[in-house]
């Protein structure tokens, strides 16, 4: 149509638009935007489309460990995610949205952030998928809104009336509660239903052990997961202008990592200390001493 884009009529914020003939006489304008520009090592990336009569497809790379979620509920097996690659799959995420809001010209909101759509690789390193609900907007452009509802229930940002990245933020907060919970995002078995209402509720009766996933058994350091959680709840916060961007995100859940590796660091060298300790006892006296 356009022969191989030889003439550029212009640039918009949504995609160059080029001069191009329909059934090789009808002059039009065709405005083209190319899903393979949006490329990032945590995003699923596009390999190619076809488009054959009653056949149409997109082709995507091959993710071998499936989504979050199925590991989380226990689907892909008796192996539960530790909470060191719980957090790194956080920053994976995070990273991919990151690029998303900040990297891409023009910048997209996903707007369908959820474990479902986070999958993982050969080595459960995440990467963002299903673009389907996207949408490309202009930084700093208040006249981009979007009236229509997109997403998945219980992950819905409240202020649905405005299309931005704080969306986008909202929904990776819930990403971020299940992960430490292992509780679904709505249960109306629950005392209180949605995730983001049942974690102030367990934290206001004092029983904060309620809330770590109990499959973790405790192998993890408490401050971190607190950051997490802290971090989680604040990007679920009802008012868009009290969350964090996602560059902040990255940031808190790097060092939600840096801590969990230091306290690990920590435990081990008390751990080989108190071992020198006791194998010297043994080796100075071989009588025992008076107490």
Sequence with gaps: MTKNFQIALGEGGFGVVYHGYLNDS???????????????INLVSLIGYCDERDHLALIY??????????????KKGDSVLKWTSRLQIGVDAALGLE?????????????????????????????????????????G??????TVLAGTPGYLDPETCRLAEMSDVYSFGIVLLEMITN?????????????????????????????????????????????????GMSCANPSSEKRPNMSQ?????????????SMKSKNKDSDSHGSLELSSSFDTDVAPSAR
């Excluded at 091959?62 to 509920?73: A, E, F, I, T, W």
């Excluded at 904060?208 to 405790?218: A, E, K, Q, Y």
């Design 183 to 231: 509780q679904h995002v709505i249960d109306q078995a629950r005392e209180k239903p949605h995730i983001t209402e049942w974690v102030a509720f367990v934290l206001s009766e004092g029983d904060i052990t309620r809330i770590v996933d109990p499959n973790l058994h405790g192998e993890y350091n408490s401050r971190s997961v607190w950051r997490a959680l802290e971090l």
């Design 61 to 74: 790379e091959y993710m071998p460990n499936g989504d979050l979620r199925d590991h989380l509920s226990g």
């Design 26 to 40: 009808d002059q039009v304008a065709v405005k083209v935007e190319l899903l393979l520009r949006v490329h990032h």
């Design 249 to 261: 995100v990255v940031i808190d859940l790097k060092e939600c990592i840096t801590s969990e590796n």
């Design 141 to 146: 452009d208040e006249s981009e809104v979007s």
């Design 99 to 139: 690029y998303l809001h900040y990297g891409c010209r023009p910048s997209m909101v996903h707007r369908d952030v959820k474990c479902t759509n986070i999958l993982l690789d050969d080595h459960f390193r995440a990467k963002i998928a299903d673009f389907g609900l996207s949408k490309s907007f202009q930084v």
